[in-house]
């Protein structure tokens, strides 16, 4: 799907180091206390054998048992320590390379579009499963107001439609930020349709990254997984979309 790109200005950013910072303390904290009890088992086991009875000597083969064990957790501890630094490096090399979205139009899974300082606006993607009686757009602010509604195209399939960003009810421009969108319609009998799904279609203008959800697109105020994302075009053509009320 090729969609004209949405203008908002490109920023940089860092990575959210936080997932990183958690595991390397963790595996910081292990090695700690495999040292501690590897120090206190050997003052445990020097002591035995300073005192153990030469007519009746302890069974080395425990000592030897529990030294095995205590290096093979070591070994785990040194390759987990390996695994955080190897997983950071390819934390770094995917915000890098996500950074190349700054500015290209993408398409992800959303109930959100967003409104930019200048007055413009994302796009809203949904698809219905069969053809439409009738559709209608509705948006909403944070506080679930109604900022605008209207009819939508009810083609079967994919569909993308500009938004204007006017409260119908003041005549003003809306804030910038996010605001949710829901779609509902009617089949041909006049009965609701479910399984609709919204997208979101606009400008990438930031990228950041973080432990729970990875690498993540920001289109304004609406952050998506990079992961999510359906459609990518950098180019400026521009394409046959419907404009609707809402």
Do not use: R, W
């Not at 908002?8 to 090695?31: C, D, K």
Request: hydrophobic residues 35%; glycine residues 6%.
């Amino acid at each position: 799907m090729t969609v004209p790109s949405v203008g908002t200005t490109p920023t940089t950013n860092t990575a959210n180091a936080s997932g990183s910072s958690s595991s390397s303390t963790s595996t910081s904290s292990a090695v700690n206390k495999l040292s501690a009890d590897f120090n206190n088992f050997l003052t445990l086991l020097t002591t035995q054998l300073k005192n153990q009875d030469p007519l009746s000597p302890m069974d080395s083969t425990q000592f030897t048992a529990q030294l095995v064990a205590f290096t093979g957790v070591e070994q785990q501890i040194n390759t987990n320590s390996k695994l955080d630094s190897l997983i950071s490096v390819d934390k770094a090399t995917q915000l890098t390379a996500a950074a190349n979205f700054i500015g290209d139009t993408v398409e992800a899974p959303s109930s959100q579009v967003n409104v930019n300082a200048d007055g413009t606006a994302s796009q809203i993607g949904y698809t219905l499963p069969n053809t439409a009686s009738a559709v209608t757009l509705t948006v909403t602010d944070s506080s679930g107001n109604v900022v605008s509604s209207g009819n939508a195209p009810a083609n079967s399939g994919a569909n993308v439609v500009s938004f204007s960003p006017v409260n119908q009810t003041t005549g003003k421009a809306l804030a910038a930020g996010a605001y949710t969108v829901s779609i509902q319609a009617l089949d041909q009998s006049g009965n609701p349709i479910s399984n609709i799904t919204t997208s979101i279609v606009g400008a990438v203008t930031n990228v950041t990254t973080n432990a729970t959800n990875g690498t993540e697109l920001s289109i304004g105020a609406v952050t998506v997984p990079l992961s999510s994302v359906t459609s990518v075009n950098k180019a400026s053509s521009s394409n046959n979309t419907s404009n609707t009320g809402a």
